[in-house]
């Protein structure tokens, strides 16, 4: 196989996984769409975490929905929870890595508030200790995985949501989670600005 080859054949698996992860997500993306945007219509806000990769992403939809998406709108309160060198770097050398979200689930949620934890695997032990921490408090839990769902899909209860991409391959799954976040960001704008119902 060339080079040409090769690259084009990515193109065509990245296409293939995410038609069929249409299939599968639509579904519970709109569900997420619609607890984040009751979430922050009553005052709340959606935090975000994850690692490497899963942590840009955190980065980007905070940002979309704090400052903007592709249409004007006042911005949306939403914290990416893996920005902060000194919070995450004295958590970790103080107590333990895992612990670098929990504490901060654990200061900043509140009751009605939305956790978007992301892991390609669903085994990250940070997320699943955030995930223990907003259930603790009372924020519900937006899942983004891939795989089977890992260990994180076993956490979820009724009160959450399960964005699982079916597909095995980690860049696979990475891009169908920048997609999902990009239908996350123009579904909560849809409903606040009443484009949709």
């Given at each position: 196989?060339?080079?040409?080859?090769?690259?084009h054949q990515q193109?065509?698996?990245?296409?293939?996984?995410?038609?069929?992860?249409?299939?599968?997500?639509?579904?519970?993306?709109?569900?997420?769409?619609?607890?984040?945007?009751?979430?922050?219509?009553?005052?709340?806000?959606?935090?975000?975490c994850g690692?490497?990769?899963?942590?840009?992403?955190?980065?980007?939809f905070a940002a979309e929905l704090l400052n903007r998406f592709e249409k004007e709108r006042p911005p949306l309160a939403a914290i990416a929870l893996t920005?902060?060198?000194?919070t995450l770097t004295s958590i970790a050398n103080d107590y333990?890595?895992?612990?670098v979200f929990a504490k901060q689930v654990q200061a900043l949620g509140r009751a009605g508030d939305v956790l978007l934890a992301i892991s390609t695997s669903g085994n990250s032990p940070n997320v699943i200790e955030?995930?223990?921490?907003?259930?603790?408090?009372?924020v519900s839990v937006v899942?983004?995985?891939?795989?089977?769902?890992?260990?994180?899909?076993?956490?979820l209860g009724p009160g959450d949501t399960h964005?699982?991409?079916?597909?095995?391959?980690?860049?696979?799954?990475?891009?169908?989670?920048?997609?999902?976040?990009?239908?996350?960001c123009d579904g909560i704008d849809a409903l606040l600005l009443g484009e949709t119902q």
């Open positions: 196989m060339s080079l040409a080859e090769r690259i193109f065509k698996d990245s296409a293939q996984t995410k038609l069929a992860a249409a299939a599968a997500m639509a579904a519970p993306i709109e569900a997420a769409v619609r607890r984040m945007v009751d979430c922050l219509k009553a005052g709340g806000k959606v935090m975000a690692n490497g990769g899963s942590a840009a992403d955190s980065q980007h920005t902060d060198t000194s333990r890595y895992e612990d955030a995930i223990h921490t907003a259930h603790a408090r009372g899942a983004l995985t891939g795989k089977s769902g890992g260990k994180i899909a076993a956490l964005l699982c991409v079916p597909a095995e391959r980690t860049a696979r799954i990475q891009e169908v989670h920048l997609l999902t976040i990009h239908c996350l």
